[in-house]
């Protein structure tokens, strides 16, 4: 399994962002897959997670509300939809796939995208 993940940039503060991650995976196999991110001196962070089935979703306190979380079985796409962006969603965003669940424990996941950079600033 192969992750990828794409859409960062620099955003103004209340603004939008998409994030987008491409999957190469196995078939036959259901994966779930979250978001995690991770800010300059932070630890990693649980952003947002979703089931294979993409009906179930769990998010951080922190981005609920504000964010969400969709994926597309077909073209083997996950998206996070960011609104209302603060300058505290500033962080290098990581996709992530594991078949125990769209837990918020990292170690949880499987496998990872190389990370986007998100900077949230005015």
């Known amino acids: 399994v192969q992750l990828q993940a794409s859409g960062g940039g620099l955003v103004q503060p209340e603004g939008s962002l998409r994030l987008s991650c491409a999957a190469s995976?196995?078939?036959?196999?259901?994966?779930?897959m979250g978001w995690f991110r991770r800010a300059r001196g932070k630890e990693r962070e649980f952003v947002a997670g979703?089931?294979?089935?993409?009906?179930?979703?769990n998010y951080a306190n922190s981005v609920k509300g504000r964010f969400t979380i969709s994926r597309d079985n077909a073209k083997n796409m996950m998206y996070l939809q960011m609104n209302s962006l603060k300058s505290e969603d500033t962080a290098v965003y990581y996709c992530?796939?594991?078949?125990?669940?769209?837990?918020?424990?990292?170690?949880?996941?499987?496998?990872w995208g190389q990370g986007t950079l998100v900077t949230v600033s005015s």
């Open positions: 995976i196995r078939t036959g196999i259901n994966y779930a």
């Open positions: 979703l089931s294979w089935s993409g009906y179930s979703t």
């Open positions: 992530a796939a594991g078949t125990r669940g769209f837990t918020s424990r990292p170690d949880q996941y499987d496998y």
